[in-house]
């Protein structure tokens, strides 16, 4: 089992960057595929990023693609989201999780742990 908890959130104009981390404790942090998640007011929760166990491979939503940033330290058991140029409709609660399986996934169902979540909120 591993726990998950998110920091980093907060207000951040349009344009500007923002870099959140989930910290995990628990199990052995680098045997799990780790994901970005996030979930706007109304919106059901949907895919950011993942991040393979070693790090090497990478998937991203279409919308965050070329500003968003995945990376994993498994030294310091902590996996990161470096969003660049947010925009408006990037706001939601975004959510880190933990898939114990080797396969990356971009789909919530297939995630094992889940974070509390942390706001992040893009103004104009």
């Known amino acids: 089992q591993v726990q998950l908890v998110e920091s980093g959130g907060g207000l951040v104009q349009a344009g500007g960057s923002l870099r959140l981390s989930c910290a995990a404790s628990?199990?052995?942090?680098?045997?799990?595929?780790m994901g970005w998640f996030r979930q706007a007011p109304g919106k059901e929760r949907e895919f950011v990023a993942a991040?393979?166990?070693?790090?090497?491979?990478?998937y991203y939503a279409g919308a965050v693609k070329g500003r968003f940033t995945i990376s994993r330290d498994n030294a310091k058991n902590t996996v990161y989201l470096q969003t660049n140029s947010p925009k408006p409709e990037d706001t939601g609660v975004y959510y880190c999780a933990a898939r114990d399986s080797a396969v990356v996934s971009t789909r919530p169902r297939e995630y094992d742990y889940w974070g509390q979540g942390t706001q992040v909120t893009v103004s104009s």
């Open positions: 628990g199990r052995t942090f680098s045997s799990y595929v």
């Open positions: 991040i393979s166990q070693g790090g090497g491979v990478t």
